[in-house]
């Protein structure tokens, strides 16, 4: 409650949780802030199959609920667990993309790790074997 208070104020986040009063099945902007901040970010699906480990590679990312996520950190691993490239994922209308910048020979066995935060602050984290 002190949460949703606390952030209403703010014209812009009220707009957004008006924008996500259905998916929280909430009937008020108050509603949605509430259940976001009790709710986890979740990450329910990530499209790596276009990449080959070549620069501007696409990966997309689908969230359970759009506009929960704000941020979302990017990393590839080689299978030794040293990092070929990390960054931030941008997002798009009903999905999130990051672009590849580092070349990665080896592919097999790499592994992809997605860090997403949501206005609450709370973080959940997504790993792939590529």
Do not use: C, H
Request: proline content about 2%; glycine content about 6%.
């Amino acid at each position: 409650v002190f949460y949703a208070k606390s952030v209403l104020g703010d014209p812009a986040v009220k707009e957004a949780y008006e924008l996500m009063k259905k998916d929280f099945k909430a009937k008020s902007a108050y509603g949605a802030a509430v259940a976001d901040f009790l709710k986890v970010p979740k990450i329910v699906r990530v499209n790596a199959e276009n990449y080959k480990g070549n620069v501007g590679n696409l990966i997309y990312i689908v969230a359970e609920v759009n506009g929960k996520i704000l941020d979302m950190d990017v990393q590839i691993l080689r299978a030794d667990g040293t990092v070929v490239e990390s960054g931030k994922a941008t997002t798009l209308k009903d999905y999130w993309q990051y672009e590849v910048k580092v070349a990665n020979a080896n592919v097999a066995g790499s592994k992809l790790v997605i860090k997403a935060t949501d206005r609450p602050g709370k973080v959940t984290t997504f790993e792939s074997v590529l």
